[in-house]
C-alpha cells in the first residue's frame, strides 16, 4: 500500500457514519421525548419539526469542531502518524460504546465518550512517546494534554449535572404555581406573558447565542454586540403581543406553541453542540491528512502543530451530515427505545416500572421524606394549602366505549423541559463548550418531575434508582470509554495491521447486538402488561387469561424437561442457563400480579366478578412457577457443589414422570390456545395418573434408603425434585378446575 493513510481516512468516514448513526440514536431522547410524552403534537409533525432543527443545526456547528482538534491534547506535541492513531482508536471505541448502550435503552452521553476517549487515546499515546525518549519522565505527560481546557469539560458536565436538575426544578415549580393543572382556564394575559418569556429565551440563546462562533455570526455581529438588552427587551415585547395574538384570535394553546418552538430549537442546539462528537475527529483528520500531504515530511516527523490553528469546517460535510441524522431519528428503532426510558422516569402517573429499587435510592427516598416533613413544620398550614391547591391533578373520567390513553405528562411541564435545556445548552454552545446535551435534557426533565410532585410514594424509590442508574452508567461512560481507547490506541501503534483486525471486530460486535436487540425486541412483543386504559369484558378476560396460562405451560414443560436432562448429563452450563429462564418466568409473572390494580381499573361494569378469577389463576401460575424455581435451584447447586449425580433408578423415575407431566402440560397449552374449554375435565383427570407415579417414586426411594442408598445429598435433591414437582402438579389442577368453574359460569351469563 503506497498511502495507509488513504484507507485509514476512508475507515474513519465509514465510521463516521456509523457514528452519526448510533449516535443520533442516542440523543434523539433529548429532543423528543418531550413532545411525544406530552402528546401535545402528533409525533409525526414533532418528527418533522426535530428534522429541521437537526439539519440547521448541523449547518451552523463547525465553531465546535475545534474541541476534536485541540480541546484535549496539545496536537503540537504529536506526529502526523501519532495523531492518526489516536483518531482510529477514537472512532472504534465510540461506535463500540454507543451501540452497547443504545441495545440496552439506556440514554448516555456521546460527549463524554468522545472527551474521555480523546483522553484516554492521548494519554497512552503520550505513555509511549515517554518511553521510548530518554529525557522524558511520566511528568511529562501534562505537556502532551490540554489539562486546563479538559478540565474545564469535565467541571462544565459535572456541574451541568446540579445546575440543570436545580434550575429545572426551580422554573417548574414556579411556573406550576403559575399555572396549575387547570392551565387551560388561565387569563389570556399569563399565557401571553409565559408565551414572551418563553419564546424569547429560545430564540435569543438559539439564534444569536447559538450562531456565535459560526461562520454565520459575522453577518450579524455588529448588530449583537452591545444591544443585549434592547434586543432580549425588544423580543419580549414582541412575541408577548404574538402570543396574545395566537391566543385570543386563533384560539390556539401557546404552551403547544412553545413545545413546537422548543423542539425545534432544542433538535437544533442538540445538532449544534453534539455533532462534534460524530464527525469532529474525522474531520480533523481530514485536516491533518491535508496539512501533511502539502508538507512533504514524513509522517512520523511532520508536527501537528497545525491543528491547533483555526480551520473552517467544509458546509458540504456539515449538510451530508445533517441529511444523515435526519434520516436516522426517522427510521432507529433502538432511539424509540432510549425515548421510553427517559419518559417512563419523568412521567407523571404510576404505571410499569423499568428499574428496581436499591440501598441508595431508598436511603434518597427516605431523607427527602424526613427534610419534606421539616419544611412543612416551618411553612404555615394556610400557605400549604394554597400550594397543595396548584399541584392537585384534574380527575379525568374516560368515555366507556374507546381507548384512551393519558400523557406521561402535561404541556406545562413539556414546555419548562425545552425551555430550560434549551437556554442551558445554547449558553454552553455560545462558550464553545460541548456541554453533554443528554446530561441537561435528562437532569432537566428528572428536576421538573420531582417538583411536579411526579414522584409520589408509589413510584419515587423506582424513579430514583432509575436516575442513579442513568447517571451512574454515564460515569461508567467514562471510566470504560478512557481505558478502551487507550488499549486501541496501543495496539494500533504496535502495529498498523491491528487496524482491519479491529474494524472486523466492531462489524462482529456490532451484528451482535443488533441481533440481540431484534431477539429482545421480540420477547417484550410477546410479554403482555396491564397498564393501560382500555375496557375489559368477560371475554377479554378469557383470552388475556388463556394466553398466559399457555404460554406458561410451553414454558414449564421445556424448563422440566431441560432440568432432568441436565441433570442426567450433569451439566452445570445448561443449568445455569436453564436456571436464568425460571428466573425470567418468575419475573413477568411478578410483573403480571403488579398489575392486578390496573386490571382491575380497566373492567368494564359487567365484568367486576372476573377480578377474583384473575387473581386467583395469577396465584396459581405464580405457584406453579415457584416450584419449577425451586427444582431449577436445587438441582443447579447440587451440580455446582460438585454431589455425586442420581443413580439410574431415580434418574428413570425422573424421565418417566417428566413424559407423563410433557403430556399433561402439552395438553393444556392445547387447550388454552384453541380456546376448546369442555377438555378441561378429561385433563384434570390426568392429574391422577401422574399423582400415583410421582407417590409410587417416594416410595421406591424409601426402600432404596432402608437398603442401598447412601447419599443423603442425592436424597434430598430427589426428594426435593419428587415433591414440588406434586406440588406443581397440584397447582396446575387447581388452576384447571377454577377456570373450569368460571367457564361454566361465564357460559351462563351470555
Do not use: C
Amino acid at each position: 500500500m503506497g498511502d495507509p493513510y488513504i484507507l485509514m481516512l476512508v475507515a474513519l468516514a465509514v465510521l463516521a457514519l456509523a457514528d452519526l448513526v448510533v449516535g443520533v440514536s442516542n440523543d434523539a431522547v433529548n429532543f423528543l421525548n418531550s413532545a411525544i410524552g406530552s402528546k401535545a403534537i402528533p409525533i409525526k409533525t414533532i418528527m418533522i419539526i426535530a428534522s429541521f432543527g437537526v439539519f440547521i443545526g448541523a449547518v451552523t456547528s463547525s465553531g465546535m469542531m475545534e474541541v476534536a482538534r485541540k480541546g484535549i491534547f496539545n496536537p503540537d506535541m504529536f506526529m502526523f502518524e501519532e495523531i492518526m492513531y489516536i483518531f482510529m482508536a477514537v472512532m472504534i471505541t465510540d461506535i463500540l460504546l454507543l451501540d452497547i448502550f443504545n441495545s440496552f435503552g439506556m440514554p448516555t452521553s456521546t460527549t463524554v465518550s468522545i472527551v474521555f476517549e480523546l483522553l484516554g487515546a492521548a494519554v497512552a499515546m503520550a505513555l509511549i512517546k515517554i518511553s521510548a525518549s530518554d529525557t522524558q519522565t511520566i511528568a511529562d505527560i501534562w505537556s502532551y494534554i490540554n489539562d486546563k481546557k479538559a478540565m474545564e469539560i469535565i467541571t462544565g458536565i459535572v456541574i451541568s449535572v446540579i445546575v440543570a436538575f436545580t434550575v429545572g426544578a426551580i422554573v417548574q415549580y414556579f411556573s406550576r404555581l403559575i399555572y396549575s393543572f387547570d392551565f387551560e382556564k388561565r387569563p389570556a394575559y399569563i399565557n401571553a406573558l409565559f408565551g414572551g418569556f418563553a419564546i424569547t429565551a429560545i430564540t435569543y440563546f438559539i439564534i444569536i447565542k447559538g450562531l456565535k462562533g459560526t461562520p454565520f455570526y459575522g453577518n450579524i455581529k455588529g448588530l449583537v454586540e452591545g444591544n443585549s438588552v434592547a434586543i432580549v427587551a425588544g423580543s419580549f415585547a414582541l412575541w408577548s403581543l404574538i402570543s396574545h395574538g395566537i391566543v385570543k384570535f386563533f384560539k390556539l394553546n401557546i404552551l403547544v406553541v412553545i413545545i413546537a418552538v422548543g423542539t425545534f430549537s432544542l433538535a437544533m442546539a442538540f445538532a449544534g453542540n453534539d455533532l462534534v462528537n460524530f464527525i469532529g475527529v474525522p474531520i480533523a483528520a481530514l485536516n491533518s491528512y491535508e496539512a501533511w500531504q502539502a508538507s512533504g515530511v514524513a509522517a512520523d516527523q511532520f508536527s501537528m502543530g497545525v491543528l491547533a490553528k483555526k480551520v473552517p469546517s467544509n458546509v458540504w460535510l456539515l449538510l451530508l451530515a445533517g441529511a444523515v441524522m435526519v434520516i436516522t431519528l426517522w427510521t432507529s428503532k433502538k432511539a424509540k427505545a432510549v425515548i421510553e426510558t427517559g419518559i417512563n422516569l419523568s412521567r407523571q402517573g404510576e404505571g410499569q416500572e423499568k428499574f428496581q429499587p436499591n440501598n441508595l435510592s431508598r436511603v434518597v427516598v427516605r431523607l427527602a421524606m424526613f427534610t419534606n416533613k421539616g419544611i412543612n413544620l416551618v411553612i404555615p398550614s394556610k400557605t400549604q394549602d394554597y400550594i397543595n391547591s396548584k399541584f392537585e391533578k384534574p380527575i379525568i373520567k374516560l368515555p366507556k366505549d374507546k381507548v384512551y390513553e393519558l400523557p406521561a405528562f402535561d404541556l406545562v411541564r413539556a414546555a419548562v423541559n425545552l425551555i430550560m435545556a434549551s437556554i442551558l445548552i445554547s449558553i454552553a454552545t455560545s462558550m464553545k463548550l460541548p456541554l453533554s446535551t443528554t446530561y441537561v435534557t435528562f437532569m432537566v426533565a428528572m428536576g421538573t418531575s420531582l417538583a411536579d410532585r411526579a414522584w409520589g410514594r408509589e413510584s419515587a424509590v423506582y424513579r430514583v434508582a432509575g436516575v442513579l442508574n442513568v447517571i451512574g452508567g454515564w460515569f461508567l461512560t467514562a471510566i470504560v470509554a478512557f481505558t478502551a481507547a487507550g488499549i486501541v490506541a496501543y495496539l494500533i501503534s504496535w502495529h498498523i495491521a491491528m487496524i482491519p483486525v479491529l474494524l472486523l471486530l466492531i462489524i462482529g460486535l456490532v451484528t451482535r447486538t443488533s441481533i440481540m436487540y431484534s431477539r429482545k425486541s421480540k420477547e417484550e412483543k410477546k410479554q403482555v402488561y396491564v397498564e393501560r386504559a382500555e375496557l375489559i369484558s368477560i371475554n377479554g378476560v378469557i383470552e388475556e387469561s388463556s394466553d398466559h396460562i399457555a404460554g406458561v405451560a410451553e414454558r414449564i414443560n421445556k424448563l422440566f424437561s431441560s432440568v432432568v436432562n441436565d441433570l442426567a448429563n450433569h451439566d452445570l452450563i445448561k443449568l445455569r442457563k436453564t436456571d436464568k429462564h425460571v428466573t425470567k418466568l418468575n419475573d413477568e409473572i411478578d410483573s403480571l400480579k403488579d398489575g392486578v390494580f390496573y386490571f382491575i381499573k380497566s373492567l368494564d361494569d359487567t365484568s367486576v366478578q372476573a377480578s377474583r378469577f384473575y387473581i386467583l389463576i395469577l396465584g396459581y401460575l405464580q405457584d406453579v412457577a415457584q416450584s419449577i424455581s425451586y427444582i431449577s435451584r436445587a438441582t443447579y447447586k447440587h451440580v455446582n457443589n460438585n454431589h455425586k449425580n442420581l443413580k439410574k433408578g431415580q434418574l428413570k423415575d425422573l424421565k418417566e414422570i417428566d413424559g407423563t407431566l410433557s403430556s399433561l402440560l402439552s395438553n393444556i397449552k392445547d387447550v388454552f390456545e384453541e380456546r376448546s374449554f369442555d377438555k378441561l375435565s378429561l385433563i384434570i383427570e390426568e392429574k391422577r395418573t401422574l399423582l400415583k407415579e410421582v407417590s409410587r417414586s417416594i416410595e421406591k426411594q424409601v426402600d432404596r434408603i432402608r437398603t442401598d442408598e447412601t447419599s443423603p445429598k442425592n436424597t434430598t435433591l430427589y426428594f426435593s425434585i419428587l415433591l414440588e414437582t406434586q406440588d406443581l402438579v397440584s397447582g396446575l389442577i387447581s388452576l384447571l378446575e377454577t377456570y373450569e368453574e368460571f367457564h361454566i359460569s361465564s357460559k351462563n351469563l351470555q
